[in-house]
């Protein structure tokens, strides 16, 4: 696809982007639509779908016109590729259930024998950090005004289940609400080890359990650093905030 010609690269903020102008977006955006409906396997990361994204997020008065255009292709590209999707209320549901089922077992953990309590400690906050993820980014998300419309697996090697943003009304919020979605997501994987140290230490779980919790915590604070910060929530949130409006 020839649409994005020789680009012209700017940074702002340590983000590094392309610029791209209206007539190009429309070109790219249209070239994409006849590539999907012709039911060709489309790769969005090299068809100019994203730096035409990155364009619209930087001048606000084409998302009005481009937004739904751009949420469409985004959720025909999603449905294509994501191996388990499920409609955001039953997902929804099922992670609500799992972290009901996170909180129960930490809870028989106060009466158990001490093997069975690190156990239940153990996979009861294991638990909790899958299920919140999700539901950590639905509920800011909507707190901002975004809309959601599937839960999901993409990959087997991948199998964290995730929730699926609208991407029209991604959009339409404002660009520090879009990143604070991001971290939501990201802040309370790092919580939750914490939540599960203070309940150990609380039930006076052996020593080998909270060792366990204090290492996970730990390695979520690395894998943040080493791995989230150019590939993942925290990417996206640095992303985001490259287009917050600068002060004056």
Do not use: C
Request: charged share 15%; proline share 4%.
């Amino acid at each position: 696809m020839d649409a994005l010609a020789q680009g012209v690269w700017r940074v702002e903020r340590g983000y590094r982007y392309e610029v791209v102008d209206r007539p190009q977006v429309e070109s790219i955006l249209t070239a994409i639509e006849r590539s999907l409906a012709a039911g060709d396997d489309l790769d969005l990361a090299g068809s100019g779908f994203w730096e035409a994204v990155t364009s619209v997020k930087r001048n606000p008065g084409w998302i009005d016109g481009l937004a739904d255009r751009i949420g469409q292709i985004d959720r025909t590209v999603f449905q294509r590729w994501a191996l388990i999707r499920l409609p955001v209320a039953v997902g929804t549901m099922l992670a609500l259930v799992a972290t009901a089922l996170g909180l129960w077992l930490i809870g028989l953990a106060y009466g158990a024998s001490p093997l069975t309590q690190a156990v239940f400690l153990l996979v009861g906050t294991g638990i909790l950090m899958v299920s919140t993820h999700g539901l950590a980014h639905l509920a800011v998300g909507r707190l901002q005004g975004m809309r959601f419309t599937h839960w999901f697996v993409g990959t087997l090697r991948r199998p964290q289940p995730g929730v699926k943003v609208d991407y029209a009304s991604y959009l339409r919020v404002p660009p520090a609400r879009r990143a604070w979605m991001h971290a939501a997501g990201a802040m309370t994987t790092k919580v939750i080890p914490l939540v599960g140290l203070g309940a150990g230490w609380a039930m006076g779980a052996a020593a080998w359990a909270m060792v366990l919790l204090l290492v996970i915590t730990v390695g979520q604070v690395v894998t943040d650093i080493i791995w989230s910060t150019k590939n993942s929530d925290w990417k996206k949130f640095r992303r985001e905030m490259a287009f917050v409006p600068s002060a004056g």
